[in-house]
Nanobody, 118 residues
Framework: QAQLVESGGGLVQPGGSLRLSCAASGFTFTNYVMNWYRQAPGAEREFVASIEPITRATNYADSVKGRFTISRDNAKNTVDLQMNSLNDEDTAVYYC???????????WGQGTQVTVSS
């Protein structure tokens, strides 16, 4: 059974940093593009970043470019999101998602709360 478990969320001051992690199990990790999405209160879920399984090519939302870095460890079946220079607009529930390269089917984690506040 496929499972994605996020960790690392919490409360951080503006300008601070946080690192999110996602542990994957129950599927062939290298067949999946890994993604981070987020959903702020009252807003729709939005794309944050993605990373290809083999080339490790990355893609970012304009709002996080230069501040966030996505990475993956195919040996450990994990994907991380390093978030720097956080501001209150980054407050959201962050979701890890796995998209199959061949079928486009997806798995989602339960989400982890990130709150940026002084």
């Amino acid at each position: 059974q496929a499972q994605l478990v996020e960790s690392g969320g919490g409360l951080v001051q503006p300008g601070g940093s946080l690192r999110l992690s996602c542990a994957a199990s129950g599927f062939t990790f290298t067949n999946y593009v890994m993604n981070w999405y987020r959903q702020a209160p009252g807003a729709e879920r939005e794309f944050v970043a993605s990373i290809e399984p083999i080339t490790r090519a990355t893609n970012y939302a304009d709002s996080v470019k230069g501040r966030f870095t996505i990475s993956r460890d195919n040996a450990k079946n994990t994907v991380d999101l390093q978030m720097n220079s956080l501001n209150d607009e980054d407050t959201a529930v962050y979701y890890c998602s796995a998209r199959n390269r061949y079928t486009n089917s997806r798995y989602w984690g339960q989400g982890t709360q990130v709150t940026v506040s002084s």
